[in-house]
C-alpha cells in the first residue's frame, strides 16, 4: 500500500516566518504534488514534480516554492508567511508521467499568526 | 486553464436513496477523470475513476459516466449507506489535476 507522509498534522507559525512542510512517499512515484484545501474551494494545486530536481507551477504558486532533491521527498517552502495561508496543505504523488491515480497525505494544517 | 465546476455543494439522502453528483469541465483535451471521497479529518482517497475513451464505469454501488461532447461527468452512488457520508470531488486532468468544489454528502439513517 502506497504511504504518503507528511512530517506534522498540525503546525502553528508567526506572520513572516519561513516555514517548511515535507512529504515523504515509500513507491518511487515519479510525480510529486502539493495543493492547498480551503472549504469551498477544493483543492488548488501550488506546484507539482515530475522529477528530482523539477518543478513546475501549479494554479497557485505565488508565495510559495518547492525542492525535489531526492525522488521520494518533496518540500513545501513558504519564504514568508502570511495570514492567508493559512489552510490545510495536502501532499499526493502518482507512479509515472501520464494521468494516474495520486495517493495523498493526511494533511497539515498550517496556522499563520 | 482547466475550469471544474461541481454540483450540488450539498446533498442530503436517506440511506437506501441514490446520490447523484455533477460535474462539467470546460478544457476539451481533458483525458482523465477521477472521483475522490474524503471522510471528515481523513485524506482524500480515489474511489473510482474514467477514461476519456471510456463512457461509463462502474464498481459495485458506484457508478461514473462521461459525456465528452457536453464535457461533463458524473457519480451515481446507489443504495446509500451511512458510510458514505463524507466529502466527493471530481476532477479533470490533461496533464494535472483540476478538482471541484467539493459535494458534502449526508446520509440520513
Known amino acids: 500500500d502506497v504511504k504518503v507522509t507528511q512530517s506534522s498534522r498540525y503546525l502553528v507559525k508567526r506572520t513572516g516566518e519561513k516555514v517548511f512542510l515535507e512529504c515523504v512517499q515509500d513507491?518511487?512515484?515519479?510525480?510529486m504534488f502539493w495543493y492547498r484545501q480551503d472549504p469551498g474551494l477544493g483543492l488548488r494545486l501550488i506546484y507539482f514534480s515530475y522529477d528530482v530536481k523539477m518543478k513546475e507551477k501549479g494554479d497557485i504558486p505565488e508565495g510559495y516554492s518547492v525542492s525535489r532533491e531526492k525522488k521520494e521527498r518533496f518540500s513545501l517552502i513558504l519564504e514568508s508567511a502570511s495570514t492567508n495561508q493559512t489552510s490545510m496543505y495536502l501532499c499526493a504523488s502518482s507512479p509515472q508521467r501520464g494521468n494516474q491515480p495520486q495517493h495523498f497525505g493526511d494533511g497539515t494544517r498550517l496556522s499563520i499568526l | 486553464g482547466e475550469n471544474v465546476e461541481q454540483h450540488p455543494s450539498t446533498l442530503s439522502v436517506q440511506e437506501g436513496d441514490s446520490a447523484v453528483i455533477k460535474c462539467t469541465y470546460s478544457?476539451?483535451?481533458?483525458?482523465?477523470f477521477p472521483w475522490y471521497k474524503q471522510e471528515l479529518g481523513k485524506r482524500p482517497q480515489l474511489i473510482i475513476d474514467?477514461?476519456?475513451?471510456?463512457g461509463e464505469k462502474k464498481d459495485q454501488r458506484i457508478a461514473v459516466t462521461l459525456n465528452k461532447t457536453a464535457k461533463h461527468f458524473s457519480l451515481h452512488i446507489t443504495e446509500t449507506q451511512p458510510e458514505d457520508s463524507a466529502v466527493y470531488f471530481c476532477a479533470a486532468s490533461l496533464y494535472k489535476l483540476s478538482f471541484g468544489a467539493g459535494t458534502t454528502v449526508t446520509v440520513r439513517a
Open positions: 474514467i477514461r476519456s475513451n471510456v
Open positions: 478544457d476539451s483535451a481533458s483525458n482523465y
Open positions: 513507491m518511487d512515484h515519479e510525480n
